[in-house]
T-cell receptor, first 110, second 115 residues
Framework: DAKTTQPPSMDCAEGRAANLPCNHS???????VYWYRQIHSQGPQYIIH???NNETNEMASLIITEDRKSSTLILPHATLRDTAVYYC???????????FGSGTQLTVLP | DVKVTQSSRYLVKRTGEKVFLECVQD?????MFWYRQDPGLGLRLIYF???????EKGDIPEGYSVSREKKERFSLILESASTNQTSMYLC??????????????FGEGSRLTVL
């Protein structure tokens, strides 16, 4: 049973919102959802994380369903520089390690 | 800013060679990690360390070992490199759980080719 599942690829028009889904149907009550992104030739970069409530920061918004079995990362106004692989992952507050899925390649089109 | 530095961006080694990948972080983080990244498989955890001289196996430790003699440095060792270890290797660090968001800080990666 994969820890998280994501679509392998998505396209988005520049200036539009990019909505990246993630399924984590077996998530435990104490596990947070984390999102990272990796721009080509760089290491992954933290974006946002959440437990139950929706979260927003300067980079993105995270919407977690009430049953916590899935979440959506929202980039409100995608730019060409947002083209990257986006990884959804999960981790309890006490765990040290983070397990990543295969990620979604987001391509922002001009 | 946290900096995680990996010693080599690109390496080419021959089958059977011993390979050392070095990683240094400058923010006094307790946890350090080694991942490998392959097309279609995402990032997979090889080993991690939560303290000096402490290590734990990740999801794919076979064929690898690690060393953490100092808090800031975490080395990945391939005792006898094989072609199926050709990959991108990523080092990361984080504070111990409970101290912050649990955010991982990654290095730029080391692309290893084994011929």
């Amino acid at each position: 049973d994969a820890k998280t599942t994501q679509p392998p690829s998505m396209d988005c028009a520049e200036g539009r919102a990019a909505n990246l889904p993630c399924n984590h149907s077996t998530i435990s009550g104490n596990e947070y959802v984390y999102w990272y992104r990796q721009i080509h030739s760089q290491g992954p970069q933290y974006i946002i994380h959440g437990l139950k409530n929706n979260e927003t920061n300067e980079m993105a918004s995270l919407i977690i369903t009430e049953d916590r079995k899935s979440s959506t990362l929202i980039l409100p106004h995608a730019t060409l520089r947002d083209t990257a692989v986006y990884y959804c992952s999960r981790k309890s507050g006490s765990a040290r390690q983070l397990t990543f899925g295969s990620g979604t390649q987001l391509t922002v089109l001009p | 800013d946290v900096k995680v530095t990996q010693s080599s961006r690109y390496l080419v080694k021959r089958t059977g060679e011993k390979v050392f990948l070095e990683c240094v972080q400058d923010m006094d983080h307790e946890n350090m990690f080694w991942y490998r990244q392959d097309p279609g498989l995402g990032l997979r955890l090889i080993y991690f360390s939560y303290d000096v001289k402490m290590k734990e196996k990740g999801d794919i430790p076979e064929g690898y070992s690690v060393s953490r003699e100092k808090k800031e440095r975490f080395s990945l060792i391939l005792e006898s490199a094989s072609t199926n270890q050709t990959s991108m290797y990523l080092c990361a660090s984080s504070l111990r759980p409970g101290l912050n968001t649990g955010e991982l800080f990654f290095g730029e990666g080391s692309r290893l080719t084994v011929l």
